[in-house]
């Protein structure tokens, strides 16, 4: 069949769609699901390279309907959850923390910032280098020219500094 046999075939659709939308909604139980399944139908002919030969256009647009419909369901049938899914997701617990929380977490951050702020600078230098930057004591004892020794010291030192500007135990 060429375009204008898939013409025919749409306008045919056009002037018999209450007849065919009655015939399908009683097949299918929804009248909703049956226009739904025949606007798709008239989609799906207009789209098509090539149309087999239609002797009997009723039959042949009912059963594309009832393909689409049968498709329609089965994508609706893989969305829909159980009930025991949904319990499972709505129990998932809220991995952001509660707003005293991040207050908390806030004023403890400016509280080390302060404390930071008030350590000798070659100290604060050691401990960002060890801690922020992953630097082995070696790299920074080469850097500053300083024993690895003292590193290690400076960074004890920084810790329990930090440790008791933070309001918390030393080491």
Same mark, same amino acid.
């Given at each position: 069949m060429g375009e204008k046999d898939k013409l025919s075939l749409l306008q045919y659709l056009a002037r018999r769609h209450a007849a065919l939308l009655d015939r399908l909604s009683r097949r299918l139980g929804s009248t909703a699901r049956a226009a739904d399944a025949l606007q798709d139908t008239w989609l799906r002919v207009g789209q098509v390279a090539t149309l087999p030969e239609v002797r009997d256009p009723d039959a042949f647009l009912l059963q594309v309907a009832a393909n689409? +419909? +049968?498709?329609q369901s089965r994508r609706e049938q893989r969305r829909r959850l159980e009930p025991l899914e949904?319990? +499972?997701l709505l129990a998932i617990p809220d991995a952001t923390p509660a707003p005293d929380a991040v207050l908390e977490? *806030? %004023?403890? $951050?400016a509280r080390l910032q302060? %404390? $930071?702020a008030a350590m000798p600078a070659r100290r604060r230098r050691i401990l960002t280098a060890a801690r922020l930057e992953g630097l082995p004591h070696a790299e920074i004892a080469a850097r500053l020219g300083i024993s690895v020794r003292t590193v290690a010291y400076e960074i004890e030192r920084a810790l329990d500094?930090?440790?008791v500007? $933070?309001? *918390?135990?030393? *080491?």
């Open positions: 689409v +419909a +049968a498709d949904i319990e +499972a977490g *806030r %004023a403890e $951050l302060e %404390a $930071l500094h930090c440790s500007y $933070l309001e *918390r135990k030393p *080491r």
